[in-house]
């Protein structure tokens, strides 16, 4: 099977992205994997799949690969490649494009040619649905890494999980350690993504996140997006913040609880091609 592919990166964040609306395209976990695969593959963090809309009031389907096979319900820095995608390959004509994944509806606003602004939708809290194994919800929660470890971090979802917890210096935070602990707790029935953020001022601080299925990354937009919200919760933070990651920066506007969440940052396109699975 041969494919047509773009390869594209907000903040280093990168991704395959396949046009699916023009010609359906099945892919296995391990065809993914080989995409992703930097060595013999494409390489990428996630594979984005544009598919024609399954639902009223809903322009396309967005489904996201992770680098390990596995479907993921949410990428806000793919959602704003998939943004860019949908319209340099003039699959729309609109400024404001409504996607549908496996979790609900964004909105994707196309500013122009440099930003592009999701609405990342109401984060939840609410244990069950995140899903964290819980008495009670609460804004941190203690987790026990082993007999002598425990960190606080506060658990949401903005589409997909995420557990985040604050940190005085993220550079030497222990991401590569304590984050494969976090992901794969017991108490996360569907893994997690492990945010570590370190808080400049009331409105700026610097975030890094090991993703779940894929492992630390340049960048990650709903990662940065939970930090936001976490340090909110926390009372630290602003209505908007800017949030530094090691690919970039983003800005995040979150007015409270109740409300959705705005993301703005860059997206392009690195190259294009055709490959052979």
């Known amino acids: 099977m041969r494919l047509d592919f773009t390869k594209m990166q907000s903040l280093g964040n990168d991704f395959v992205v396949l046009d699916g609306v023009r010609r359906e395209i099945h892919l296995s976990p ?21 598919e024609p809309a399954r639902q009223h009031g ?29 319209q340099s390959k003039e699959l729309t004509n609109k400024e404001e494009v409504v996607v549908q994944t496996t979790n609900g509806v964004l909105r994707l606003m196309l500013n122009g040619v440099d930003t592009v602004t999701v609405d990342m939708g109401i984060p939840e809290f609410e244990p069950s649905r995140i899903p964290f194994v819980a008495d009670r919800r609460c804004d941190q929660y ?21 557990a985040v917890q604050l940190v005085d210096d993220v550079d030497g935070a ?43 990354t340049l960048a990650c937009g709903s990662g940065a997006c939970a930090a936001v919200i976490a340090g909110r919760c926390l009372g630290y933070l602003k209505e908007t913040v800017r949030a530094h990651l090691p690919g970039g920066e983003l800005e995040i506007r979150w007015p409270g609880k109740g409300h959705s969440v705005l993301m703005t940052g860059p997206a392009c396109t690195v190259f294009e091609g055709t490959l052979e699975l």
């Open 30 to 50: 391990d065809q993914i994997r080989h995409i992703a695969e930097r060595h013999v593959g494409v390489g990428c963090d996630q594979v984005l799949l544009a």
């Open 58 to 86: 809903v322009d396309f389907a967005l489904r996201i690969f992770n680098a390990d096979g596995g479907e993921v319900e949410q990428c806000g820095n793919g959602a704003r490649c998939f943004a860019k995608f949908l």
């Open 142 to 162: 203690s987790l026990d890494l082993s007999a002598t470890h425990r960190v606080e971090v506060t658990v949401l979802s903005i589409g997909n999980p995420h």
């Open 174 to 216: 222990p991401v590569a350690e304590v984050g494969p602990l976090i992901e794969n707790h017991r108490r996360f029935p569907n893994r997690i993504n492990a945010g570590f953020m370190e808080i400049v001022n009331a409105s700026s601080i610097r975030v890094r996140v090991h993703e779940r299925g894929v492992g630390e």
